[in-house]
């Protein structure tokens, strides 16, 4: 599904994580959107989401770095279900690069101004299941 819309948008968010840029970010967020923080912990709405990654940001060093994998988008009734691979490049306790892929899984809505905002940010995709809970 290379022509998707949302592969551009996903990368435009990509970016937009890397590099702080918030006011940019949010623009592609439902205001009634959810994000995984980490396993266990979930916040709602766009500020509480721009606060999510602010502290993302602090906890990986201001050096967070995401970019997309493989993409696959499913598309129905006006949403989309996206499965894809997220890169993430960030520095461990000694300074040195780690690089972790995760299977994640988002939900996309088309919305009447013809947009699509995400709507659930989970890049911890069904990994979820793996925890104890």
Same mark, same amino acid.
């Given at each position: @599904?290379?022509?998707?819309?949302?592969?551009?948008? %996903?990368?435009?968010?990509?970016?937009?994580?890397?590099?702080?840029?918030?006011?940019? /970010? @949010?623009?592609? $967020?439902?205001?009634?959107?959810?994000?995984?923080? &980490? *396993?266990? /912990?979930?916040?709602?709405?766009?500020?509480?989401?721009? &606060?999510?990654?602010?502290?993302?940001?602090? $906890?990986?060093?201001? +050096?967070?770095?995401?970019?997309?994998?493989? @993409?696959?988008? %499913?598309?129905?009734?006006?949403?989309?279900?996206?499965?894809?691979?997220?890169? /993430?490049? $960030? *520095?461990?306790?000694? !300074?040195? %690069? %780690?690089?972790?892929? =995760? +299977?994640?899984? $988002?939900?996309? +809505?088309?919305? *009447?101004? !013809?947009?699509? =905002?995400?709507?659930?940010?989970?890049?911890?995709?069904?990994?979820?299941?793996?925890?104890?809970?």
């Amino acid at each position: @599904m290379d022509s998707h819309p949302l592969k551009e948008i %996903i990368k435009a968010c990509d970016t937009a994580i890397s590099a702080k840029a918030y006011d940019a /970010l @949010m623009q592609y $967020y439902a205001d009634d959107a959810a994000l995984v923080v &980490k *396993p266990g /912990l979930t916040v709602k709405g766009k500020d509480n989401i721009r &606060k999510a990654f602010m502290a993302i940001a602090d $906890y990986f060093q201001d +050096r967070l770095v995401v970019e997309q994998g493989e @993409m696959q988008v %499913i598309e129905g009734a006006d949403n989309a279900l996206v499965i894809m691979e997220t890169v /993430l490049r $960030y *520095p461990d306790a000694t !300074g040195d %690069i %780690i690089e972790t892929t =995760r +299977r994640a899984t $988002y939900v996309f +809505r088309h919305d *009447p101004d !013809g947009e699509w =905002r995400c709507t659930i940010d989970n890049s911890y995709g069904t990994s979820l299941l793996d925890q104890n809970g």
